[in-house]
């Protein structure tokens, strides 16, 4: 398994595809009162690197030891949301309206997802400033599967969505054919903790909401 730091290093692809303004000490402060939780310090140091696009094709995708909906044997990351209130570009800052618009449970903090799958930070178990889990969420089939114990767990675990024959990695897009967020015709998603990694549980969460069948933020009602 890489270690942290090997991964951050190469963690971003190029492009500016979802990337917000670079990172400051206040805008952690805003969000943190915006979610009403402590982010991890790990996801952080990823984003003062950069603050949110498109991951890098080494570290696109996470194993999983039960199939989901996506596949038998891994999950794609293929983007990250950042920190910001860039015009156009669904953030970190609208978890809020996405876990209303989508059923899902509270709190968590969504970090990359379509609406009908997200990947995001759960903090129902160890609380608003614990340490959070990261977990799959997929919406319509009202299910939940832990990835990781946390979040930097979760990055030392990342590795290539080419490794498993995903023939489109690699066709970047900042727009799908369901008009969803999705950056190289892999669809994201994700979010729950506090179980045992690789363990699948109900969700809570209702039926999908939205015209469009994906992402839709507060972006996009203005």
């Known amino acids: 398994m890489a270690r942290f730091d090997e991964v951050r290093a190469t963690f971003w692809d190029n492009g500016d595809y979802g990337v917000q303004q670079p990172l400051t000490d206040e805008m952690v ?37 039960r199939p989901t909906s996506w596949s038998e044997d891994h999950v794609p990351f293929d983007h990250l949301m950042g920190i910001g209130r860039r015009d156009g570009t669904t953030s970190m800052l609208d978890t809020p309206y996405l876990v209303e618009e989508w059923g899902m449970p509270a709190p968590l903090v969504l970090l990359s997802g379509d609406g009908h799958s997200w990947i995001g930070l759960d903090y129902r178990t160890c609380g608003q400033g614990g340490e959070p889990s990261v977990t799959w969420f997929e919406t319509d089939l009202d299910t939940e599967l832990v990835l990781a114990r946390d979040f930097r767990s979760f990055v030392e675990g ?16 900042s727009v799908g054919d369901r008009g969803v967020i999705r950056a190289k015709e892999v669809i994201t998603g994700s979010a729950r903790a506090g179980a045992k990694a690789g363990e699948q549980v109900p969700a809570g969460g209702g039926e999908p909401v939205g015209e469009r069948g994906g992402v839709r933020g507060p972006a996009d009602e203005r």
Request: aromatic share 4%; charged share 25%; proline share 4%.
């Open 158 to 173: 990342l590795t290539a969505g080419s490794s498993y024959g995903d023939d489109s990695v690699g066709d970047h897009v």
């Open 29 to 65: 402060r805003e969000a943190e009162r915006v979610l009403g939780v402590t982010l991890p310090s790990a996801l952080l140091d990823l984003l003062r690197v950069q603050n949110g696009g498109i991951v890098a094709d080494d570290h696109d995708a996470f194993p999983i030891s």
